[in-house]
Nanobody, 121 residues
Framework: QVQLVESGGGLVQAGGSLRLSCAAS????????MGWYRQAPGNQRELVAA???????NYADSVKGRFTISRDNSKNTVYLEMNSLKPEDTAVYYC???????????????WGHGTQVTVSS
């Protein structure tokens, strides 16, 4: 089994910053892509940012230039630095990883339970 522990969410005023962390543990031989998604009430879950094991990144257009994703492979942890936050960034943020239990098994996706980010105007 794989466990994901997210932290760093909270309430912040518009223009402020937050840093989310997601630490993975359990039966992990290697992790491929790590990413952050978000879901606002009434909306579908959407990709915010993702980073491959090699460091290639992908961002939603709405967060480019404001959010930065990074990872520490030695700690199986992914981070999301969020700056210049806007009220429309308010959502539950979920961590997702693609990992495999051994080097001979397939990759599977795992989700965290989510952390609330609320940006007040």
């Amino acid at each position: 089994q794989v466990q994901l522990v997210e932290s760093g969410g909270g309430l912040v005023q518009a223009g402020g910053s937050l840093r989310l962390s997601c630490a993975a543990s359990g039966s992990i031989a290697s992790i491929n892509t790590m990413g952050w998604y978000r879901q606002a009430p009434g909306n579908q879950r959407e990709l915010v940012a993702a980073v491959t094991r090699g460091g290639s990144t992908n961002y939603a257009d709405s967060v480019k230039g404001r959010f930065t994703i990074s990872r520490d492979n030695s700690k199986n942890t992914v981070y999301l630095e969020m700056n210049s936050l806007k009220p429309e960034d308010t959502a539950v943020y979920y961590c997702k990883i693609s990992s495999r239990r051994t080097y001979l098994t397939a990759f599977n996706d795992y989700w965290g339970h989510g952390t609330q980010v609320t940006v007040s105007s």
